[in-house]
Every structure is written in C-alpha cells, then in structure tokens.
C-alpha cells in the first residue's frame, strides 16, 4: 500500500502534472472503482484542477467547480502518466482522466479491486474521509507522545492505527521502528520516556528522509517505481537477509495476511518472536486485514 512517502511523490508529481490543468474526460473501465455518485464524477469534465491535497493516505484533487475528487489507492493501486489520449483496456486499468497533455491512468494490480474513488460536493465533506490521525510530520513531540499514549496496543499496530497516526502503513512502520531499536509488539503504555522521544525522533527522520529520496529519484518525471518493498530498506521485506546495522538475520511474524519484519539483535534483545506465541496477544491487537485496519 502506498504510504506517506509514496503519497507525497504523487501529491508533488500532481501539482506539477496536472494542477492548473482542464480535464478534457474521464473514462471509467472497472464497476467498482467509484463508490459515490453525487456529484457524478463525469462533471469533472471541462473542469480545472485547481490543487492537490493529501488526507492520510488518500489524495485529493481539489476541482475548479468547487467540489473535490478522493482517492484511496489501498494496497495495488497505482497511477501512471501516458501519452495524450491513451484509452484504459487492459485488465489492470480502472480509469483515465485526459488533460491536453496527456493522461493520466490509475490501475490497480490483482483481482481484488480495493481502489476506491469518492466525489465530494464541498469541503466540509471531506471530514467523512479523514480518520483523525495526527499528522507526525509536523508534531510536537508532546502530540505524538500523548497520541501514543492514548491507548494501549502494540507498538506496530499503534503506528499503523490511522485513527492514530496519519499515512504510517505497514513498510514504514518497520523502518521506524528498527530505527528506534523497539520491538513491534512491545506494548505503548508500556514505553519510558526516551523510548517514547526514540520512536518520536525515528519516525520523523525516517519519513523524511524517505520523502527526499523518493523526490530525488522522481526528479522531472511521474513516479513510475512506488513499492513498499525497496532494496536499501532496513528490515521491510528482508526475511532472512543481514540487518545493515549488525548483520543478524532479519525475523518476521506472520499473522494472517499481514508480515512484520524486524532485527531480534537491534529490537527484541536476541530473542526471535515465534509467531504461535504472539497468536494470543495478536489476535486481539492485529487487524487481519487491510480492510480492517482501514476500517
């Protein structure tokens, strides 16, 4: 799923894209894409993008006749930029939205279609998309701490929470946290102070920097490359590998459909978390699925 990092590419390649720009039509290929049909998205034809906004991990277009156009891309959703009038035919293309320049083309891989697309009549709609997670970007250290305090839940799910915390997913979280040397499932009530400011510190600075390697790979382009599994992550989807920082064997657990990865050395304190073990307390504090964590 693309997350804050990959979302402010996208937001950044917008605003130089198509902000500014008239959507000339909209084509929609997949039945299930558009969940609301008022206003009608096809209104947004002859219609200028006027801004771009991110609402957690959604992207929003703010369109010249005032209303608004969300999208939430969920795990394989993905836009890609194309040559002027280029039509949605293949399976894996859900819509296209044609500017004089070019088009832009979303798509979404696999045969479960999560992708979803809302239009919004005015601003004050928007508040029925935002789940309330605090924007860890731009808060103090006593947000964080107090919005992390608020509950009681392991430190991997707190992060993911977006009525918590705003665009961390799944890949992030197990950067920030092998960055702050925390076990995913030390519980957050359960953090002193300076644990508390290292997970602080580590999310700041690991967002960040990911935000500025991503913008610098991109350059002038679209973004063409947006995983969540990147070869020069830490821990993310490097079961097995040596951790960069003290060559143990990255770990995993796995509950249902969803895979944490960490380093037992820099984390855990040498101990490897057995995934039977954790079944207890995870079926409790895990959601199973993407579904239910967005839920």
């Given at each position: 799923?693309?997350?804050?990092?990959?979302?402010?590419?996208?937001?950044?390649?917008?605003?130089?894209?198509?902000?500014?720009?008239?959507?000339?039509?909209?084509?929609?290929?997949?039945?299930?894409?558009?969940?609301?049909?008022?206003?009608?998205?096809?209104?947004?034809?002859?219609?200028?993008?006027?801004?771009?906004?991110?609402?957690?991990?959604?992207?929003?277009?703010?369109?010249?006749?005032?209303?608004?156009?969300?999208?939430?891309?969920?795990?394989?959703?993905?836009?890609?930029?194309?040559?002027?009038?280029t039509r949605?035919?293949?399976?894996?293309?859900?819509?296209?939205?044609?500017?004089?320049?070019?088009t832009?083309?979303?798509?979404?891989?696999?045969?479960?279609?999560?992708?979803a697309?809302?239009?919004?009549?005015?601003?004050?709609?928007?508040?029925?998309?935002?789940?309330?997670?605090?924007?860890?970007?731009?808060?103090?250290?006593?947000?964080?701490?107090?919005?992390?305090?608020?509950?009681?839940?392991?430190?991997?799910?707190?992060?993911?929470?977006p009525?918590?915390?705003?665009?961390?997913?799944?890949?992030?979280?197990?950067?920030?946290?092998?960055?702050?040397?925390?076990?995913?499932?030390?519980?957050?009530?359960?953090?002193?102070?300076?644990?508390?400011?290292?997970?602080?510190?580590?999310?700041?600075?690991?967002?960040?920097?990911?935000?500025?390697?991503?913008?610098?790979?991109?350059?002038?382009?679209?973004?063409?490359?947006?995983?969540?599994?990147?070869?020069?992550?830490?821990?993310?989807?490097?079961?097995?590998?040596?951790?960069?920082?003290?060559?143990?064997?990255?770990?995993?657990?796995?509950?249902?459909?969803?895979?944490?990865?960490?380093?037992?050395?820099c984390?855990?304190?040498?101990?490897?978390?057995?995934?039977?073990?954790?079944?207890?307390?995870?079926?409790?504090?895990?959601?199973?699925?993407?579904?239910?964590?967005?839920?």
């Amino acid at each position: 799923m693309p997350e804050l990092p990959d979302i402010t590419v996208y937001q950044s390649a917008m605003e130089k894209f198509i902000v500014g720009h008239t959507v000339k039509l909209v084509t929609v290929r997949s039945p299930f894409l558009v969940r609301t049909f008022e206003p009608d998205l096809m209104s947004i034809a002859g219609c200028e993008v006027s801004g771009i906004r991110r609402l957690g991990k959604r992207i929003i277009w703010e369109m010249s006749n005032g209303s608004f156009v969300v999208i939430h891309l969920m795990i394989a959703g993905r836009f890609h930029w194309k040559k002027a009038g280029t039509r949605p035919t293949r399976k894996v293309d859900l819509a296209a939205f044609d500017f004089e320049h070019g088009t832009l083309m979303l798509t979404e891989a696999g045969t479960k279609k999560r992708a979803a697309l809302y239009m919004v009549a005015e601003k004050n709609g928007l508040a029925e998309h935002d789940r309330g997670g605090l924007d860890v970007l731009t808060c103090s250290f006593e947000e964080f701490s107090e919005r992390l305090l608020i509950e009681n839940h392991t430190l991997k799910r707190s992060l993911t929470d977006p009525r918590l915390f705003d665009g961390i997913g799944n890949a992030y979280s197990d950067e920030i946290l092998h960055a702050a040397k925390l076990s995913p499932i030390k519980q957050s009530q359960k953090l002193a102070e300076q644990e508390v400011r290292r997970l602080y510190e580590a999310t700041q600075t690991t967002l960040r920097t990911w935000i500025e390697q991503l913008l610098e790979e991109t350059g002038e382009d679209f973004p063409e490359k947006i995983t969540a599994f990147r070869e020069d992550m830490a821990v993310h989807g490097r079961f097995g590998q040596p951790c960069p920082l003290c060559k143990t064997t990255v770990q995993r657990i796995r509950y249902a459909s969803n895979e944490t990865n960490y380093c037992p050395k820099c984390q855990t304190g040498g101990k490897v978390l057995a995934d039977r073990s954790l079944s207890r307390l995870l079926k409790g504090d895990w959601p199973r699925t993407i579904e239910e964590l967005e839920a």
